[in-house]
């Protein structure tokens, strides 16, 4: 089955993240978000899956991500079920 999975993840880290996802041939989109304490910039990532790779993908995610501070968290990630993926040419 595939999925969406909805990636938050620090400003810093995106670039990181990005390629690594990238480099393990996941498509990524990128957009710009604001949210959490003090407001601070974040980066949400849309990648499509199958399920099988989802635990790749998470894992991707968190070696890219920098150490946090203590009670903060590396990347939150939204995993969604997903009916159809279309392409629009």
Same mark, same amino acid.
């Given at each position: 089955?595939?999925?969406?999975?909805?990636?938050?993840?620090?400003? /810093?880290?995106?670039?990181?993240?990005?390629?690594? !996802? =990238? $480099?393990?041939?996941? *498509?990524?989109?990128?957009?710009?978000?604001? %949210?959490?304490?003090?407001?601070?910039?974040?980066?949400?990532?849309?990648? /499509?899956?199958?399920?099988?790779?989802?635990?790749? !993908? =998470? $894992?991707?995610?968190? *070696?890219?991500?920098?150490?946090?501070?203590? %009670?903060?968290?590396?990347?939150?990630?939204?995993?969604?079920?997903?009916?159809?993926?279309?392409?629009?040419?």
């Amino acid at each position: 089955m595939k999925k969406l999975v909805v990636a938050i993840v620090k400003d /810093g880290d995106a670039p990181a993240v990005m390629e690594a !996802l =990238i $480099g393990r041939n996941f *498509r990524v989109t990128r957009i710009a978000s604001t %949210g959490g304490f003090l407001r601070r910039g974040n980066v949400t990532l849309l990648i /499509g899956t199958e399920e099988e790779r989802l635990d790749e !993908l =998470i $894992g991707a995610i968190s *070696r890219a991500c920098a150490e946090p501070p203590p %009670g903060q968290h590396r990347a939150i990630v939204f995993v969604i079920p997903m009916e159809q993926f279309v392409q629009v040419s």
